[in-house]
């Protein structure tokens, strides 16, 4: 969790370019206009998502710090959250099902074993 967190760190935000306007713009300014705003938008996004994995890390690292035995077990179900996916995903909270019938009602789907 700590190298994930460290590589997030080490990669730093993706700077985000804001050009003074100009009083004159040329043909090619005008054609690479929107290649800039696009580029500043994917800076944007990505920067943001960076900063939403990192807080997920550090509430996970929190957890981690105040219930040592209680990290890994789902919040769902009350099972071991598989290692497997605690080292792909080490801030998740739920095991895969109870992670999939969350995001289900979410959407206001039913899943198949809402039906039992």
Do not use: K, W
Not at 4 to 12: P, T
């Amino acid at each position: 969790m700590n190298n994930a967190r460290e590589q997030l760190l080490v990669e730093g935000a993706i700077a985000v370019r804001v050009e003074a306007a100009e009083t004159v713009a040329s043909a090619a300014d005008e054609d690479e206009a929107p290649h800039r705003e696009m580029d500043q938008t994917i800076a944007s996004a990505r920067n943001r998502e960076r900063a939403e994995r990192l807080r997920a890390l550090d509430q996970a690292l929190d957890r981690l710090q105040a219930n040592p035995n209680e990290f890994g077990i789902c919040e769902g179900c009350g099972e071991d959250i598989p290692v497997a996916r605690l080292v792909l995903l080490p801030h998740v909270r739920r095991c895969v099902a109870c992670q999939q019938s969350r995001e289900s009602r979410a959407r206001g789907r039913r899943h198949v074993t809402d039906y039992r």
